[in-house]
């Protein structure tokens, strides 16, 4: 596909760990490349599958990264999940395995969370750093004993990547559940749609002018090929050349790293 349609993007909506940085070490271009983003007079959007933190958490880790953000610069699978159980459960005690954080975000958007599955009346998955196995029996007692409950996760990546490697995912635990009760969850955040359409509505532009920006066939390009975003993989996370010529999703651009989409919208 000729990259004049991806220097012509608005709307530039970013992974994070994988892309942007890993861990807690942040590429060389990244500063420079949404720079030139804002530069050009578009719009970068940080749009991360990351359950574990809350918005006000990514603003932070950003800043100690050096990097300027606010609120407003992201869209989350915390934030997408709150608006789907805020439209379909608003009044259901939500059981959440997932951090302090995705709780307290549920709960600013008026939702209820309760650590007494008991009287749970739906079930959140995220990407939870404060596992822990009464956490998984609870879960596995809900969804054995009540087989119709809601059963909701907020991403379905397997890994997520460190410094040193990956560590296990909300998938990854999904998977693991559903060896106990058999039951997969509706997932909320990347791959499906719902967080580059938020973002398209929320800024009113295109599809046409927006660029998914991810290291991950199976959530980043294939959450921008459901929305009918350009997609653009970069080969410095999580995919390999193995994984990309096995997918049957296939992106519209492939660059080594965001060094060579820096060096496209600074080219003349």
Same mark, same amino acid.
């Given at each position: 596909?000729?990259?004049?349609?991806?220097?012509?993007?608005?709307?530039?909506?970013?992974?994070?760990?994988?892309?942007?940085?890993?861990?807690?070490?942040?590429?060389?271009?990244?500063?420079?490349?949404?720079?030139?983003?804002?530069?050009?007079?578009?719009?970068?959007?940080?749009?991360?599958?990351?359950?574990?933190?809350?918005?006000?958490?990514?603003? *932070?880790?950003?800043?100690?990264?050096?990097?300027?953000?606010?609120? %407003?610069?992201?869209?989350? !699978?915390? $934030?997408?999940?709150?608006?789907?159980? $805020?439209?379909?459960?608003?009044?259901?005690?939500?059981?959440?395995?997932?951090?302090?954080?995705?709780? %307290?975000?549920?709960?600013?958007?008026?939702?209820?969370?309760? $650590?007494?599955?008991?009287?749970?009346?739906?079930?959140? =998955?995220?990407?939870?750093?404060?596992? @822990?196995?009464?956490?998984?029996?609870?879960?596995?007692?809900?969804?054995?004993?009540?087989?119709?409950?809601?059963?909701?996760?907020?991403?379905?990546?397997?890994?997520?990547?460190? %410094?040193?490697?990956?560590?296990?995912?909300?998938?990854?635990?999904?998977?693991?559940?559903?060896?106990?009760?058999?039951?997969?969850?509706?997932?909320?955040?990347?791959? @499906?749609?719902? =967080?580059?359409?938020?973002?398209? %509505? *929320?800024?009113?532009?295109?599809?046409?002018?927006?660029?998914?920006?991810?290291?991950?066939?199976?959530?980043?390009?294939?959450?921008?090929?459901?929305?009918?975003?350009?997609?653009?993989?970069?080969?410095?996370?999580? @995919?390999?050349?193995?994984?990309?010529?096995?997918?049957?999703?296939?992106?519209?651009?492939?660059?080594?790293?965001?060094?060579?989409?820096?060096?496209?919208? *600074? !080219?003349?």
């Amino acid at each position: 596909m000729d990259q004049a349609r991806l220097k012509a993007c608005r709307l530039f909506l970013f992974d994070l760990d994988g892309t942007l940085y890993l861990g807690d070490e942040l590429f060389p271009f990244t500063v420079d490349l949404l720079a030139a983003i804002r530069a050009r007079g578009g719009r970068y959007l940080f749009m991360t599958n990351n359950s574990s933190r809350s918005v006000a958490d990514y603003v *932070k880790k950003l800043a100690r990264l050096g990097v300027k953000a606010v609120e %407003e610069d992201f869209i989350t !699978s915390s $934030q997408a999940t709150a608006l789907y159980l $805020q439209k379909h459960h608003r009044s259901d005690p939500l059981y959440v395995c997932g951090t302090r954080s995705l709780k %307290e975000e549920l709960k600013r958007g008026g939702l209820t969370v309760t $650590q007494d599955p008991a009287s749970a009346a739906c079930v959140v =998955m995220g990407f939870d750093t404060e596992l @822990t196995f009464e956490k998984l029996r609870d879960v596995s007692w809900l969804l054995l004993t009540r087989p119709g409950i809601p059963y909701i996760a907020t991403n379905p990546d397997y890994v997520c990547p460190t %410094e040193f490697g990956s560590v296990p995912d909300c998938g990854s635990v999904c998977d693991m559940l559903y060896n106990v009760a058999k039951r997969r969850p509706l997932v909320i955040g990347k791959p @499906t749609a719902a =967080m580059p359409t938020l973002a398209m %509505e *929320k800024w009113g532009v295109s599809r046409e002018e927006t660029v998914v920006i991810g290291d991950r066939i199976y959530t980043d390009i294939k959450s921008g090929l459901n929305a009918g975003c350009l997609t653009l993989l970069v080969m410095n996370g999580e @995919t390999d050349e193995a994984i990309l010529a096995s997918s049957p999703d296939k992106p519209h651009f492939v660059f080594p790293s965001g060094k060579e989409l820096l060096e496209l919208l *600074k !080219s003349e």
